[in-house]
């Protein structure tokens, strides 16, 4: 499961780190001016750590699941 967040932490890192340099390359141009492209960036950057902490959140949620007592945790009293 750790195997799975590093990478994702490091791939979402090398997004955020490269994101601006990606969209003005593909980007601008056109109707597509430079304040859109550092807009655009901002929004792929929080994308990018937001797929970091979906795909942490899915391996957790199996592990949790797996142990078998989720159901008698949530009945307890949530």
Do not use: N
Not at 9 to 32: E, N, R
Not at 50 to 63: D, E, G, N, T, V
Request: charged share 20%.
């Amino acid at each position: 499961m750790s195997r799975v967040a590093c990478l994702g932490l490091l791939g979402a890192s090398a997004m955020v780190a490269l994101g601006k340099p990606l969209v003005d390359l593909i980007f601008i141009g056109g109707k597509f001016s430079a304040g859109d492209a550092r807009e655009c960036a901002v929004y792929f950057a929080v994308f990018s750590i937001s797929m970091f902490l979906w795909s942490a959140q899915a391996i957790y949620s199996r592990a949790f699941m797996r142990r078998g007592t989720p159901w008698r945790r949530w009945w307890r009293g949530r």
